[in-house]
């Protein structure tokens, strides 16, 4: 759950570029696992920490994903065109 709204919410960003993306994509699995521990205490159940952590960490992995592949692609393009 982490990593799938994390890498929307990088490309919900209104910046593609830099710490704004980045910031988006952790902040988006940080509330979708605040939203998903709440709903689950409501439900009765214990709020999970780690639990929470782990869809943090979710979103962290797609940022860090997404800005590794883009930055391969962008040096391919500059290879592609700069031969």
Known sequence: M???L???SYLAS???DGVLPVAFCITGATLAGVVKE?????QGMTFDKKDLAYTVAGGVISAVTIVAVKKVIHKRRIKKYHK
């Open 38 to 42: 709440s709903y689950d205490k409501h």
């Open 6 to 8: 994390g890498a929307w």
């Open 14 to 16: 209104p910046k593609q």
């Open 2 to 4: 982490g990593t799938s």
